[in-house]
C-alpha cells in the first residue's frame, strides 16, 4: 500500500512559479511510475504530467508542455511538479498519482492504483 501527500499549493498571481510536492510513504516510489493530475471547478479530473519509475522518461499534457516540469527523488521518496508562467486557467485541484514501475508509465493517464489527497492551486489574475 502508498499513500501519497500533497504539499505546496496555494494562491499565486498569473505569471509566477509554485512547486508542489508529493511524499509517499508504505513503498519505495522508486518501483513506481508518478503524476500528476487536477481537477477544475466544474471540469473532469485530467491528466498533467507523468514521469517513469527510473525517472528517464517524462511527457506532459499539451497545456503545461514548456511551463511545467515533473521531476523524482527517490532517496527522499518524493515527486515535485515545477509550475512557471502559471496561468489562471491552471486554478485546480491538484493531485500525485502512482501506478507500478512494471507497467508503460504512460498508462498512468489511464490508469492509476494510488491517488493523493490533493492540494488546491488557484492563480489570480
Not at 500528476?36 to 527510473?54: L, S
Not at 486557467?89 to 492504483?113: F, H, K, P
Amino acid at each position: 500500500q502508498v499513500q501519497l501527500v500533497e504539499s505546496g499549493g496555494g494562491t499565486v498571481q498569473a505569471g509566477t512559479s509554485l512547486t508542489l510536492s508529493c511524499v509517499a510513504s508504505g513503498r519505495f516510489l522508486g518501483h513506481f511510475n508518478m503524476g500528476w493530475f487536477r481537477q477544475a471547478p466544474g471540469k473532469e479530473r485530467e491528466f498533467v504530467a507523468v514521469i517513469r519509475w527510473n525517472g528517464r522518461s517524462k511527457y506532459y499534457a499539451g497545456p503545461v508542455t514548456g511551463r511545467f516540469t515533473i521531476s523524482k527523488d527517490d532517496a527522499e521518496n518524493t515527486v515535485s511538479l515545477q509550475m512557471n508562467s502559471l496561468e489562471p486557467e491552471d486554478t485546480a485541484i491538484y493531485y500525485c498519482a502512482a501506478n507500478s514501475g512494471m507497467v508503460d508509465y504512460l498508462s498512468l493517464r489511464q490508469n492509476v492504483d494510488y491517488w493523493g489527497q490533493g492540494t488546491q492551486v488557484t492563480v489570480s489574475e
